[in-house]
C-alpha cells in the first residue's frame, strides 16, 4: 500500500477511534448513527487530528459506489484510511460476527 511510518500511526490511531460513536453518553451499540455521534465528538476536540473524525464518520461508506452509510459517499471523496479502516471492519464483522452481519456463520480462517 505504500504507507510512511506516519501514515501506518494514523491509521492505528483513527482505526482504534473508529466505533467511538458506540460508546458514548445517549449512543446504544446497534445505533446506526454511531458514525455521525463519534464524528462530532471527535470534532469537538482540538487536539484530536481532524483525519480521525472523518474515519470515524466514513467507516461505513465500504459501498464506493455511493449507498454506504451515513452519506452515500463515492469513493473519490472517502479518505483512503477511512477505505482501509472499513475494510478491516468489515472483516471483523464477517470473521467474528457483528452489525448487520450477525447472520453470518462465524468463520473459522485457521
Known amino acids: 500500500m505504500g504507507l510512511d511510518r506516519t501514515k501506518l500511526q494514523e491509521l492505528a490511531t483513527g482505526a482504534l477511534l473508529h466505533d467511538i460513536g458506540k460508546i ?64 478491516a471492519n468489515y472483516y471483523n464483522n464477517l470473521v467474528n460476527g457483528g452489525g448487520e452481519y450477525d447472520e453470518l456463520k462465524r468463520v473459522n480462517i485457521f
Open 24 to 87: 458514548l453518553p445517549g449512543s446504544r451499540s446497534s445505533d446506526e448513527h454511531h458514525s455521525c455521534i463519534g464524528f462530532n465528538f471527535l470534532r469537538k476536540n482540538k487536539e484530536i487530528s481532524t483525519l480521525f473524525s472523518h474515519i470515524a464518520l466514513a467507516h461505513h461508506e465500504h459501498h464506493i459506489n455511493g449507498s454506504g452509510l451515513p452519506l452515500s459517499m463515492k469513493e473519490k471523496d472517502i479518505h483512503s484510511l477511512a477505505r482501509i479502516t472499513a475494510v
